[in-house]
Structures are given as structure tokens and as C-alpha cells.
């Protein structure tokens, strides 16, 4: 079974501009969710993803945005970035099983780098 | 707001058992979890103990958990090379697929 899939693998940008990351979960697991990686603040919870609805989010401004497609493909934007957008990003899926148990597998992550 | 916390940096002879703490905050926390990530990668899920268990044992990890003292320990036996990453202890009370993480231990095992 493949595993989760993020594209691309390193990005470079400059501030102002936006930025789209893409997330294939693992087959079967409808639930997406991202997280922003940074050695100053540690991973970071962004938002979750279920059925195209977004079931949760975290502090983060309205900059970051994401969306679900139909076939549990998820993207994430960054619009107009700062240099504090400099991050590993990592997306993780789950079956999203109820009971709150929930196994999360995550991608290699997608290395932004804003200059 | 929830909170985790971790040692920073855990150094071990190959061989020895590598013993990582974590502390966390929220009462509420239902599933707590150790991820691994070594180098240039994601985050790879070792283990996790449901909130009512005190012990759980796969392979050459041990999971304690002190849920009066809010405190998730991660015993790893015959600690290899192999092993040197960073260790990340997770909880899950935010509901779905919400992890408040800590920020991690380095482990390093020299042979």
C-alpha cells in the first residue's frame, strides 16, 4: 500500500507570493489533516480535513487555507508569504475511526523556503 | 491550552536502554502517542497507549504511562545506531485527527 505522498518535496519562494502543496493520503483514509513544522515552534497543528469539510483548525492566520477533493486529495495555499512561513510542512491521513483513536501516517513533508 | 513537554536531547551507548519522558498537560487526553523522524523525512508513528492502560509493551518498546502524574515514558531496549532520531510524544484531546506535539528528543546512540 503506498504510502501518503506530498509534492513537492522543496520549494523556494520569495515574500508576497502564494504557494499550493499537495497531499495523496493513503488509500481507504478519509481524513487529512497538515501540520507546520519549524525548529522554533515544533510541529503545529494547521487543519483537518474529512469529506471535503474541514472538521478542525489551528491558530493560524488567514493566509493558510486548504480544501479536500472528492478522492480525499488535499492541497493547502499560503497566500502571500512571509519569511516566517519557512517550514517543513507535513500532511498526515487516517481512517478517522471513531472512539477517538486516531493512527496517523504522515508524508515526507514539503520543505518551503521563502527568501 | 494543552501542553507537552520533553527533554531535549538524550545521548546512549549501543547497547543500553534508551529511556525518553514526556509530560503533558490536558487531563482529557484520550490516545497518546511516540512518533519517530529521522533526517529529511516524516514522522513515522512507533507506538501509542490508550488513556486507561498503564503499560504497553511491542517488541523493544515499553510504554509507561503515569496518568495520575500526567506523565508517557518510552523505554527502548538494546538501543541500536539506528535508533538515532528525534522522538516525538503526542496527545490527542482536540478532537479527530488533532495531535498536540511536543518538541521532540534527539536521541543519539554511539556504538
Known amino acids: 500500500k503506498a504510502g501518503v505522498t506530498q509534492t513537492p518535496r522543496y520549494l523556494i519562494k520569495t515574500r508576497g507570493q502564494q504557494v499550493t502543496l499537495s497531499c495523496s493520503p493513503i488509500?481507504?483514509?478519509?481524513?487529512v489533516s497538515w501540520y507546520q513544522q519549524t525548529p522554533g515552534q515544533g510541529l503545529q497543528f494547521l487543519f483537518e480535513?474529512?469529506?471535503?469539510?474541514?472538521?478542525n483548525k489551528g491558530n493560524f492566520p488567514g493566509r493558510f487555507s486548504g480544501r479536500q477533493f472528492s478522492n480525499s486529495r488535499s492541497e493547502m495555499n499560503v497566500s502571500t508569504l512571509e519569511l516566517g512561513d519557512s517550514a517543513l510542512y507535513l500532511c498526515?491521513?487516517?481512517?478517522?475511526?471513531?472512539?477517538?483513536?486516531?493512527?496517523?501516517?504522515f508524508g515526507s513533508g514539503t520543505q518551503l523556503s521563502v527568501l | 491550552g494543552e501542553d507537552v513537554e520533553q527533554s531535549l536531547f538524550l545521548s546512549v551507548r549501543e547497547g543500553d536502554s534508551s529511556v525518553i519522558n514526556c509530560t503533558y498537560t490536558?487531563?482529557?487526553?484520550?490516545?497518546l502517542y511516540w512518533y519517530k523522524q529521522e533526517p529529511g523525512a516524516g514522522l513515522q508513528l512507533l507506538t501509542y497507549?490508550?488513556?486507561?492502560?498503564d503499560m504497553k509493551q511491542d517488541q523493544r518498546l515499553t510504554v509507561l504511562l503515569n496518568k495520575k502524574d500526567k506523565h508517557l515514558s518510552l523505554r527502548i531496549a538494546d538501543t541500536q545506531t539506528g535508533d538515532s532520531a528525534i522522538y516525538f510524544c503526542a496527545e490527542s484531546s482536540g478532537g479527530y485527527s488533532t495531535l498536540t506535539f511536543g518538541k521532540g528528543t534527539m536521541l543519539l546512540v554511539s556504538p
Open positions: 480535513y474529512f469529506s471535503e469539510t474541514q472538521r
Open positions: 498526515a491521513s487516517s481512517l478517522s475511526l471513531t472512539g477517538g483513536r486516531e493512527k496517523l501516517f
Open positions: 497507549i490508550f488513556s486507561n492502560m
Open positions: 488509500s481507504g483514509h478519509r481524513s
Open positions: 490536558d487531563s482529557s487526553s484520550t490516545y
